[in-house]
């Protein structure tokens, strides 16, 4: 089986919880034919807020508010 290329998140939080974030693939622009998967942190953690309800504080992940704490 192939499968898509992710990155695994581990909460920094007390429940050492775990997510697979997919990496998009970039192109520089529109007239290329190669691209690259865009694996900076700032996009990762853009799709952790955003799909997975994770937080970001001080460059640390936390999959809920009580690991925040």
């Known amino acids: ?5 992710t990155v695994e998140v581990t ?8 997510v697979n974030v997919p ?5 520089p622009n ?3 034919q190669s691209g ?7 996009s ?11 937080a970001v504080v001080n460059g640390k992940h936390f999959c809920c508010a009580e690991c925040v704490r």
Request: charge should be negative; charged fraction near 40%; include cysteine.
């Open 44 to 54: 990762i953690e853009r799709r952790l807020k955003s799909e997975h309800d994770w």
């Open 30 to 32: 529109l007239s290329s």
């Open 1 to 5: 089986m192939i499968h898509d290329v």
């Open 36 to 42: 690259y998967f865009d694996h900076r942190p700032e």
């Open 23 to 27: 990496l998009d693939f970039v192109y």
């Open 11 to 18: 909460c920094d939080g007390f429940k050492l919880e775990k």
